[in-house]
């Protein structure tokens, strides 16, 4: 069986094709090198529609964008190449659309000779609402980065006072330190003269008890002064290892770092307990590299490790060995791979380890997400 080729698909698919199969990267090199409007700084907008044109006509671009296309999607192209009945194809266009890797399968579906017109106009139908879907997704995703950005804010602050607040009692112990150090030397030159006093009691004459009696107080004082001493030097060593404390979470926090936001607060030991991830690792694939950070520090909370990999297929390779590291794995639909996606669900068939799906890379996705997490 022949696929149809782009140039030969009805114009009513142009811009969606354009729109859900292509990145504008992706075009704007087929522009440089099939010297398009070279000179002249497009929008993206203009691209989109610049390629939309190109996609009836018969040219280098078009033929460029028909290759980039069909190797990128190379693999679900052989899986739906792989069956010929109409029925075939639509089961297998749903279970794309289930997994979200809906670029794919779309092209996979319009150029498949055996797909029927009631099954392009159904699959075309679907692909324009999930474009108001993901407009609806971005409007949602700002107003999220809003509440983070006040939180993050929020944080800073909090980072701020709880610096000034360690500097100043870290300068406060290191003078108390000082002073026990002073008032050690002091006891130590005291506890020395005694015991030379003591060796020194002129013993050889007749009464030896008023010399018994002087030897006696001189123990009694060094004894009272050693236990002094041994108090003060307990007291120096806590002191100095509240320091060491203070200065690790002093570096933590120059380095950027928050402390949890309920350690000083939390009074639910049964609360952190459901929330303990008990030291788990997640591996998070796909997503938005900017939120990964605030990502980590939630699951550092919870007691758990996370690692990333943003789900392209340029990084499958890195993907696999990652993938041994995790006890659990996290994957938003709208922002992945369906080479990744298919390398992941595979894995997970195999190993048994848990994987959760989410609708989209947003922070309360994630944290819905975080809930199926045992």
Known sequence: MFRTPLIKLPH???????????????????RKKAKLYPKQRLSDYDVHRLFVGIAEERCYANRRLQKILDTKYKLIIREFMAVSENDAIAELWKKHLKIGSIAGAYWALLTHPQSSEELLSKAYGEVHMLSHLKGTSIRVNREELKILHARNQFLKQQREESLKKNQDTLSQKDKVIQQHKKELAQLQQEINALK???????????DYTPFVFAN??????????????????????????????????????????????????????????????????????????????????????KNGRLIHHNGKNDGIHKLKSTLLQADTIMC??????????????????????KLVLMSRSSLSAFERGLSHIE
């Open 12 to 30: 009513r698919y142009s811009c969606s094709i354009i729109g859900t199969c292509i990145s504008i990267d992706e075009l704007n090199k087929i």
């Open 196 to 206: 030379v006093a003591k060796s020194s009691t002129p013993l050889a004459t007749k």
């Open 216 to 301: 006696s107080a001189i123990d009694h004082k060094i004894e009272s002064l050693e236990e002094k001493n041994q108090a003060f030097s307990e007291k120096n060593n806590q002191l100095l290892a509240e320091n060491h404390q203070l200065r690790s979470q002093l570096s933590s926090l120059h380095n950027g770092e928050n402390t949890p936001a309920c350690a000083a607060s939390c009074n639910s030991a049964e609360y952190c307990q459901q929330n303990d991830l008990k030291g788990k690792c997640i591996l998070y694939v796909g997503g938005r590299e900017k939120q990964c950070g605030h990502f980590k520090q939630i699951i550092k909370e």
């Open 332 to 353: 938003p639909l709208d922002c992945i791979s369906h080479e990744a996606m298919g390398i992941i669900k595979q894995y997970c068939k195999k190993s048994e380890k």
